[in-house]
Structures are given as C-alpha cells and as structure tokens.
Nanobody, 121 residues
Framework: QVQLVESGGGLVQAGGSLRLSCAAS????????MGWYRQALGKQRELVAV???????RYADSVKGRFTISRDNARDTIYLHMSSLKPEDTATYYC???????????????WGQGTQVTVSS
C-alpha cells in the first residue's frame, strides 16, 4: 500500500504565497511522474503541474510563471511553490503519483486526500 500525504494548504490574501508538500510512503515501490491537480467548487479536477522522475516539468497555462513544482527523489516528496496567488486559484489541491509496486508487479495511480487553498481578494 502506498500513501500520499499532503500538507501546506491554508488561507492567503491575493498576491501572497504558499508551499504545498506531498510525501509518498509505503513499501517496495517506485514512482514515475508526480503532480498536483486541483478542483474548485462545482468544477472538474484539472492538472496544475507535473514532474517526472527525470525532473521534466509541465504546467497548466493558468499557473505558468507563478507556480513552481519540485521534487526530492530521496524523500519521495514533491513540492508546489505558489506565488502571486489569485482568488481563482482557490481549490482543493490533490497530489498524484504514478506508482509501480514491486508487490504484485503492478502500476497504479495514487492520490492524496487533498489540501484546501483559499485565496481571498
């Protein structure tokens, strides 16, 4: 079993910054891509940023230049540094990882429980 645990959400004023963290834990697994998704109230979940285990990064157009994703492979952890936050960034942010489990020789997507980010105007 692999678990993703997120932290770092909260309430911030427009123009402010927050850093989210997501740590993976479990036994006998490897991780390919890891990323952040978000879901605002009444909207579909959307990709925010993704980073490969080779450090290739991809961002949604709406966050380019404001958000930075990074990864610590030794700790199986990713971070999302968010700056110049806008009210439209308000959402629940979910961590995602493409997992390969040596137990059972299988691949699957893991999701965190979500962390709320609220940006006030």
């Amino acid at each position: 079993q692999v678990q993703l645990v997120e932290s770092g959400g909260g309430l911030v004023q427009a123009g402010g910054s927050l850093r989210l963290s997501c740590a993976a834990s479990g036994r006998l697994f490897a991780i390919n891509d890891m990323g952040w998704y978000r879901q605002a109230l009444g909207k579909q979940r959307e990709l925010v940023a993704v980073i490969s285990n080779g450090d290739t990064k991809r961002y949604a157009d709406s966050v380019k230049g404001r958000f930075t994703i990074s990864r610590d492979n030794a700790r199986d952890t990713i971070y999302l540094h968010m700056s110049s936050l806008k009210p439209e960034d308000t959402a629940t942010y979910y961590c995602n990882a493409e997992i390969y489990s040596y137990i059972g020789d299988r691949k699957f997507d893991a999701w965190g429980q979500g962390t709320q980010v609220t940006v006030s105007s």
